[in-house]
């Protein structure tokens, strides 16, 4: 009976210490949700143009210098220069040939676990 009783509190405060976080289970009609590998970082943003990664062959912006319009996030390492070469998670709207993060908060780029 105590070991039940120990194995079930060591079990409650494993499933209580655990940050869970949210998943989006789907890309609505003018998105996309994918995973794939980072090639090149442009962060251009910084002089007025277009920070973008380059995933699996497409272009994913997610800042333009001077905006001020609604940004997803990069959630970045130290550098976000560690990203190349990594696999990544992404959730964008479409635009043309490319993705961006512009429209919505929750849009996001991240290390994929």
């Known amino acids: 009976m105590t070991r039940l009783v120990a194995t079930s509190l060591a079990l ?53 210098g001077w905006s001020r319009a609604t940004w997803g996030q990069v959630q970045q390492p130290p550098d976000v220069g560690e990203y190349v070469g990594k696999r990544a998670e992404v959730w964008c709207k479409v635009e043309g040939g490319h993705c961006t993060l512009e429209g919505n908060a929750s849009y996001f780029i991240r290390p994929a676990g």
């Open 12 to 64: 409650a405060l494993l499933t209580a210490c655990q940050t869970v976080e949210p998943r989006v289970p789907f890309a609505a009609p003018g998105e996309r949700r994918f995973i794939g590998t980072v090639e090149s970082i442009d962060t251009g943003c910084y002089a007025d143009g277009v920070c973008s990664m380059k995933i699996d062959g497409m272009d994913v912006v997610w800042m333009r």
